[in-house]
């Protein structure tokens, strides 16, 4: 692989390549993808490490995330400053946990945070009241709602305290395989 | 004082102490393994590479090299695993619309593909190119017309094609290359060793990711809300379509736990169980009657060999596709006929479901393939010169009619039935993918292919066009005629199902008639490798015989006779093997009653810390 970009220094590439589970050249397509979103806004020259932050609008347009029930969270989740405004770092670490050669681990830690709509390090009730209303706009009535949400916690919930925490997460992603290949968007 | 400062990051000095003592590859995989932002990270990598460059006595030029070296040679890795993964962009694109469960199809049928040329080029290799070189055995008494290409006789009788075409001489070289035990050692080396570890291996994989990990309350609710979501789907009908399954699931999964406290009357239940009863005795009458018929067809011997006796008649050669036609045409209906049948049962359970129509099915198929290989290996070598062939030429008729059939079904099955649904009949909709009946047809085609291996060596080859073709038809007529199916609940359990169908029946099956066929029947003389002699495994007997002249082998032929050939040695090692299967279950007994009890101390533990605390 020759050096003939000139986006990066090699430093900055190594970095990356360090710190994701992406290589050079995917780093490189989703740096182009990236600024394909705002080339205005995007510089072509990172050396210098310039500070842009691409807005949450622009995130949520992308066509891998712009009908996915969870997209604002996504974009939350993975993004410094936690209202979805993306610099390239957040972009990158994004799509490398929701890429195929993460870790069940690191995939059920974000998970979790993504379906944590309170930020208070818990899923609750409400919480999962929230996630049921994103995944099923009409079809099921207010009752059928309260249920489900009971019957999950009922169902996952270890210690008994009424929520699920990180463990009792990570603990039913366990028995469920699918998880690693479900979770997991392709760009 | 730079590494003074960096140390004191609090909380993390454990862990970069952690990363500096692990090796180069491990650390970077722990490093990305983090679950923490991305600076905080490249903080955490940077920290780690300045301890190790601090403490590394050796000078600066090294270690950049060192990790030069190394991030070449990830670099390389990951060009080369790319360029091995063929059809990338359409496997992404079908996983975005359809989801992940039809996924599995597609990457089933793509391992298929892989097996079968890994297949044709052992066979090639080892058996066909020796033949084609060293002597060219085409004797062909017609020429090539275009029927042979569905029949496979004719022209393609004394070609390398078939059994027929090889001859079991030594090959005078250097070193001598023994036909007979060539092609002998590679259909074995191929049929046993390689199938039977990978398939074990893959399935015992499998089944330890899928299933042992079931312990505890298993239901519907939870998981299907927080981790069935597949977020790899991106076109906006297709998470429409999810949105509204999962909802039906949801629901379902509500209502059954409502009925689960209604408790069924005594009559209601043995009407349910006359009916399942009722069910199976018309399943296993449907499978056994096509027995019946098949074999009555087969040994008609109008049919079957007035072919043989007559040449040139394109007539008979013609009814020869008689067979295979009526196989496929069973194939075809009767599948239609079990799920009609299964609409009068009721399940408690639609897993269930799921389940017992696949073992019918696997029934119908299997019995259709025991009838075919019983009349193939008890009626056949009695009336046919040159056997063996006609057992190929009759599974290459099978596999193409079949292939033919499949094609019809994709034009007839999800074409027309889509136009159907759309536009004249509005409350059929349209046809949705079937998974299960798909995936059946391969493992069918697959056990066909697997059977015929000893007859037709060239045979993978038609597997692997006919697979090729396949997927992109498949593919084609998923995009333009069937939404993906509502029903699929673990599609990783099912795959593990499917890898169990294709290892215990087929595979088990294939490998007894093989080792029959290898072992009792007398090889056709005037065709073949084994000409003249009493069973092909002769061949390893007169090897035997011939090295025992040989000092510095005499051991190989030790083993062979004491060890190889005693029944006492079979016995002791499947005393092993069972002995060895009882000690792991007892284990993974044990680990799930632990993980019941750790389960009761968190609970135990956790309502301690509430009382202490109130």
Redesign the interface.
């Known amino acids: 692989m020759g050096n003939k970009q000139t986006i990066f220094t090699s430093q900055q590439l190594d970095a990356y390549q360090d710190c994701t589970y992406f290589t050079r050249k995917e780093i490189l397509r989703l740096f182009h993808r990236y600024r394909d979103l705002a080339p205005q806004l995007v510089p072509l020259d990172y050396k210098n490490q310039p500070e842009v932050r691409l807005p949450y609008e622009l995130i949520g347009s992308m066509p891998e995330l712009k009908d996915n029930p969870f997209r604002q969270r996504i974009a939350e989740v993975f993004s410094e400053d936690g209202e979805g405004n993306m610099t390239l770092d957040d972009f990158l670490d994004m799509f490398s946990v929701l890429s195929e050669m993460a870790p069940r681990d690191l995939k059920a830690y974000y998970a979790f945070k993504i379906y944590d709509f309170n930020n208070d390090d818990f899923i609750c009730k409400s919480d999962l009241e929230k996630t049921l209303n994103k995944l099923t706009r009409n079809e099921l009535t207010e009752d059928e709602v309260r249920m489900v949400c009971e019957k999950v916690i009922d169902e996952a919930d270890l210690d008994n305290d009424g929520r699920l925490s990180l463990e009792d997460f990570q603990h039913m992603i366990m028995r469920a395989p699918d998880f690693l290949s479900t979770f997991h968007i392709r760009i | 004082e730079l590494t003074k400062d960096i140390l004191v990051i609090p909380g993390k000095s454990e862990l970069v102490s952690d990363l500096v003592n692990l090796s180069a590859g491990a650390r ?1 995989q722990a ?3 983090l ?1 923490m ?3 905080e ?2 903080t955490v ?2 920290t780690s590479f300045i301890i190790i460059h601090l403490c590394n006595i050796s000078d600066n030029d090294t270690f950049y090299l060192n ?1 030069n070296l190394y ?2 040679q ?2 390389q890795s ?2 080369s695993r790319q360029h091995l993964i063929i059809w990338q962009d359409t496997l ?1 694109e079908i ?2 619309r359809f989801g ?1 469960s039809v996924l599995s199809y597609f990457l089933f049928l793509k391992w298929l593909l892989q097996f079968n040329l890994f297949s044709f080029i052992i066979n090639f290799c080892f058996i066909t190119i020796p033949q084609i070189v060293h002597a060219p055995n085409i004797s062909s008494t017609t020429g090539f017309r275009g029927l042979e290409l569905l029949t496979g006789v004719g022209y393609f009788n004394q070609t390398v094609l078939f059994y027929g075409g090889y001859n079991g001489e030594v090959i005078i070289s250097k070193p001598a290359y023994n036909m007979q035990l060539a092609y002998f050692f590679t259909i074995a080396a191929y049929l046993k060793d390689l199938v039977f570890f990978l398939l074990l291996l893959s399935m015992s994989r499998s089944f330890q ?2 299933f042992v ?2 312990t ?4 519907g ?3 299907r ?8 789907v ?3 009908k297709a ?1 429409q379509y999810n ?2 399954n ?3 699931q ?2 379902e ?2 209502s059954e ?1 409502l009925q689960e406290k209604n408790k069924m009357s005594l009559s209601d239940r043995i009407k349910h169980l006359s009916l399942h009863l009722l069910a199976w005795l018309l399943s296993l009458g449907l499978a056994i009657g096509s027995g019946a018929g098949i074999y009555f067809l087969g040994t008609d011997p109008e049919l079957a060999f007035s072919f043989s006796h007559n040449p040139n008649n394109l007539r008979a050669e013609a009814s020869t596709l008689l067979l295979p036609v009526v196989v496929s045409l069973i194939n075809l209906i009767v599948p239609l006929l079990y799920s009609l049948i299964s609409k009068i049962e009721s399940y408690s359970n639609p897993r269930a479901k799921i389940y017992i129509s696949i073992i019918r099915n696997v029934i119908l198929k299997m019995s259709i393939l025991g009838i075919l290989c019983f009349y193939w290996l008890n009626f056949v070598p009695n009336s046919i010169s040159c056997w063996e062939s006609f057992v190929g030429q009759s599974v290459y008729r099978l596999l193409i009619i079949d292939f033919i059939f499949c094609l019809l079904g994709i034009f007839f099955g999800e074409f027309l039935r889509n136009v159907i649904g759309t536009m004249c009949i509005q409350s059929l909709g349209v046809p949705e993918f079937d998974i299960a009946r798909n995936v059946l047809d391969l493992i069918y085609a697959q056990t066909l292919a697997w059977i015929g291996i000893y007859f037709s060596p060239l045979l993978p080859v038609m597997q692997v066009l006919k697979l090729f073709i396949i997927f992109y038809l498949k593919k084609i007529s998923l995009s333009l005629n069937c939404q993906p199916p509502k029903h699929i609940g ?4 099912i795959q593990t199902v499917f890898i169990a169908i294709l290892f215990f029946p087929s595979f088990v099956g294939v490998l007894s008639m093989v080792a029959y066929t290898v072992w009792s029947l007398e090889p056709s003389n005037q065709c073949g490798p084994f000409q003249g002699l009493k069973t092909p495994f002769h061949t390893i007997f007169n090897w035997t015989a011939s090295i025992q002249n040989f000092p510095e082998s005499n051991w190989v032929w030790w083993i062979f006779e004491n060890i190889l050939r005693s029944e006492l040695f079979y016995y002791l090692i499947s005393l092993i093997v069972l002995v060895i299967t009882y000690f792991l279950w007892q284990i993974t007994q044990g680990r799930k009653q632990l993980i019941k009890t750790l ?1 009761e101390q ?2 135990n ?3 301690e810390i ?1 009382r202490t605390t109130l």
Do not use: H, M, Y
């Open positions: 970077f490093i990305r393994s679950p932002s991305f600076n990270r490249k990598r940077l990790l991030l070449s990830q670099e990951e060009l992404k996983g975005g992940t990711k899928n990990l079931e505890g309350p298993v239901s609710g939870a998981w809300l927080l981790c069935s979501w597949d977020f790899s991106v076109n906006e998470i949105k509204n999962l909802a039906i949801l629901k999964s509500l736990r673990r599609a990783a359990q389960r968190i609970v533990v956790s309502a509430i």
